[in-house]
């Protein structure tokens, strides 16, 4: 897979995780991502931590674009961030998930 191709399916990934939300708003629990995953491993999924996901991720989906469009490709440290971010949410680490969206909002906003 081109790193292009991936690095879209890795966005596609967390702006399908919000779309979900959107739409399920009385099921907090009921995605694995957001949730208690029979393992012990359970979010701390409340609605602020995910509005501030949705936030970053609505301000890093057209940072990714453009970087996507001006080079082709994204940098690595960005796509490991990207990365970390979906496993942050399959694990159900949504703050961290969020928080580490926010950074790179920033890192990408002030890079031009």
Known sequence: ???????????????????????????????????????GVTSDADPSITSRLERAVERLYPLVERALRQSGGLQPRVETEL??????????????AAGRAERLVGKLEASG
């Open 1 to 39: 897979m081109s790193e292009v191709a991936s690095t879209l399916w890795c966005m596609a990934g967390i702006v399908d995780l919000m779309e979900w939300r959107r739409r399920h708003p009385s099921e907090p629990t009921a995605h694995p991502s957001l949730g208690d995953h029979g393992d």
């Open 83 to 96: 990365l970390a971010i979906m496993g942050e949410l399959t694990v159900g680490l949504v703050t961290e």
